[in-house]
Structure formats: C-alpha cells, structure tokens
C-alpha cells in the first residue's frame, strides 16, 4: 500500500470546495438542496472575453506560454495596476498563474522555510493556513472578532509579530466577511510594520472589484507607499470578471520574489492555458461596464440577505461593504434541539441542519472562526429569496 506524504497528513481539502460538491451530489442524487456555498459569481463571462478566447483558438495561439505569462497579459495587469491602484510594477515584477490560489501556493512554497511564521487575521480564507502549512511555514492565528469588523487591529498585528515572522496576509474586501480596509486603517497597520522591516505583506486582492460603498478597495503599498518593495499583491480574474473556470490569477511584487515564483511555476504547470491568457488581456484592456451591472445586483442581494437575516431567529449579521458573501452568527441557536431531538452544538451542527432542511452554507469553523456560517449571495434573488424563508423556518422550528 502507498503511504501518502507526512507533508499532507494535517491537511484538509478545503472546506469551502468539498461543501459546494457536496450540495451538488445532493442535488445529483434528487434531493432539493440550494447551494449558497460556492464563492463565485453566478453570472456568465461577459461575451467579448469569450470571444477573444474563441478568436485565439483561430488563430492557432494555442501553445505554451512563458512560466511568468504572455507578455502581453503582463502589460495588461501592468496597465491595470497603475489605472487602478496607482501603482508601477515592470512586466518582470507580474508573474500569472493558474488562479490567484495557485499564485498564493507558489508565493509561500517559493518563500517560506520550516519555523517561518504566517500571520493569518481570522475570519480567513480557508486555504492560507493550510497552504502555509503546506509550504512548510506555521500559521499564527489572529482571532478579529465582530467588535473591530473583523479586521485586524494595530494592537493584534504588533502582539502577533515576532522576530519568525515572514508574512502578515492580508484580504481585502475579505472571504469571508466582506470587509474592506479603509486607507486610514491600512496606514495605522503601516506604522505597526514600519517597525519591523523583516515583516512582509501578501494582500490578497481578489475580490478588489465587488466593492457597495464610497470607498475603493486598494492594497496597502498604494496608502502606504513605504511599504512597496514588501508587499505581494496576489489577484486574479476569478471574481470581478466572472472567469473562476478559466483559472487566471497573478501576483505583483519584488523581482527577486516573483522570479521565484516563476521558477516554481516552470517546474508545475508551465503556465496556466494560454487561450485563457488571451481572454483575459481582453478583460483587462477591453470594457469593464459590465461591473457596473452586477455590484448593482450584488448589493441588492446582499440587503436582501442581511435583511431577512436579521429576521431569523437565532441569527445576527452586519452589513459587508464587498466581495458577496454575507458572515452571520449562529450563536444564540446553540444549545437549541432540531425537532428530531438532536442538539446544536457548534455551527458544524447547524450547518448540517440548515443542510438537511434544504440549504448548503458553509460553517465558521472553516475559517477560523466560531459560531459563524457564511452565505454566499452569488445567486439569483428568487434562489435566495428560496433559500432565506428555509433559513428562517428552520431557525424557527428549533426547541429551546
Ligand atoms: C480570498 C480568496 N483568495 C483567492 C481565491 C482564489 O481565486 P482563484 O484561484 O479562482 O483566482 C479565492 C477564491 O475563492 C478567495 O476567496
């Protein structure tokens, strides 16, 4: 028998991946289950991206790319940092990869050596702890509670540093809470990292576009210009442009680091599927209007649910400024019995609950932090309108 590697002992598959399957076997096998667990958007590419993927296939540009990317798309992420963010990076400080989570797994496995410390402030993504652990790193944990939004705060981030510290990850607007770090809140982080200069920052932009309120989402070196040479800004296409199939994501950062990366790349996939490279030049230099569009439905969705969330019994939420999910605490539903006798005890409980009454969510465990639950709102409103009178029946029907 083939024993699998130690490496991968005390590694999970992602939580957020195996719950969306799961609904979607359920439904396969016949039974009435919405799925709000899946963290992508549910419109389609826009055409004019399809099309310039169509029009690659013609044109026979269907071979390998460099490991770093077409030069092509990094001139397009190039032009987009700087229209965007206001911020220069050469073609050789971009490298793409197949996705912003495979861009994040190069990151660490180019960077990280066994002790080196990874500052994760949680509710996280589920996979940064796991790919640091991966890569041989150790994640440190920061719990941000409900009181600070969900953000780190300067206190936590100094408290959490120590002279093992190689990363502080950053997300923002943040999977799962949708939070987003103002420009005066990312500087205040500034003053704390300017007094350790060994410290370096991933900020995880991905969701930069799925933005409801006045603010621009902007990664920390554009406030904080200081702290450029290290910071890594990781991103991608999956979410703003409604591309999670075609798998293209970058990072943006020192030569030295990206370089690396690029080595790293070379020795995996090469490069992520070039026709997907010529769609997304055309996503990044063609029109965005589409945008416009969809954060108008998001943000519709987004009141919707945090409106009947409210109503529910046993359930509180706050209002996120972006990305699409919603964070809501199942707290004052522990301890309460299903009309089968079974007891709540933890949000894993509840998430199965809420599963067996027709409604896949993912719990709060997954991220870090608990009794939480986090909804997806990437589906149409009559789906959510479906599924929150489920959410609410059920929390209604438990027993004290
Ligand atoms: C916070 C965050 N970062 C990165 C990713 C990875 O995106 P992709 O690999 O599709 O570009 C995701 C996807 O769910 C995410 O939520």
Redesign the pocket.
């Known amino acids: 028998m083939i024993r699998t590697s130690k490496r991968l002992a005390a590694v999970p598959p992602s939580a957020?991946v195996a719950t969306t399957f799961k609904a979607q076997a359920l439904q396969r096998a016949g039974k009435d289950v919405i799925g709000l667990a899946a963290?992508?958007p549910d419109f389609d590419t826009p055409g004019h991206i399809a099309d310039a993927a169509k029009r690659a296939i013609d044109r026979g540009l269907t071979r390998y790319a460099a490991p770093a990317g077409l030069p092509e798309l990094r001139d397009a992420i190039a032009g987009k940092l700087k229209r965007d963010n206001n911020l220069d990076y050469r073609s050789d400080q971009i490298s793409v990869g197949?996705?912003?989570?495979?861009?994040?797994f190069n990151v660490m496995l180019a960077t990280l050596d066994p002790g080196d410390e990874v500052i994760v402030p949680a509710p996280y993504?589920v996979?940064y702890v796991d790919i640091a652990r991966i890569a041989g790193g150790t994640p440190v944990i920061v719990p941000c509670g409900r009181g600070s939004r969900y953000k780190l705060t300067p206190e936590a981030l100094d408290a959490a540093i120590t002279p093992s510290t190689k990363w502080l990850v950053l997300?923002s607007p943040?999977?799962p809470t949708g939070a987003i770090y103002s420009a005066v809140e990312q500087r205040r982080l500034a003053e704390v990292l300017a007094r350790h200069p060994h410290v370096g920052i991933i900020y995880?932009h991905?969701?930069e576009h799925l933005v409801y309120g006045a603010e621009a989402s902007q990664p920390i070196n554009a406030v904080a210009p200081e702290l450029h040479e290290r910071t890594l800004i990781?991103n991608?296409?999956?979410?703003g442009y409604c591309m999670?199939g075609w798998?293209?994501?970058f990072v943006a950062g020192p030569t030295h680091v990206v370089s690396a990366v690029s080595n790293l790349q070379s020795q995996s996939t090469t490069s992520t599927s070039t026709i997907s490279q010529w769609a997304a030049v055309e996503a990044l230099n063609g029109s965005r209007g589409f945008m416009h569009n969809n954060n108008e439905i998001f943000k519709q969705r987004r009141d919707l649910v945090v409106d009947q969330i409210n109503k529910s019994p046993g359930l509180s939420c706050d209002v996120p400024d972006g990305?699409f999910y919603v964070f809501a605490s199942c707290a004052a539903t522990i301890g309460k019995k299903t009309s089968t006798g079974q007891t709540i005890r933890s949000d894993g409980d509840f998430v199965d609950y809420l599963l067996d009454r027709g409604v896949a969510v993912v719990p709060g465990a997954a991220f870090g932090m608990s009794p939480f639950f986090r909804i997806s709102y990437a589906a149409s409103t009559e789906v959510l309108t479906q599924a929150l009178a489920r959410i609410h029946e059920a929390c209604r029907d438990l027993l004290d």
């Open positions: 957020t963290g992508e197949c996705g912003a989570k495979q861009s994040l993504w996979s997300c943040s999977n995880d991905i969701y990781v991608g296409l999956s979410k999670t798998r293209v994501g990305a």
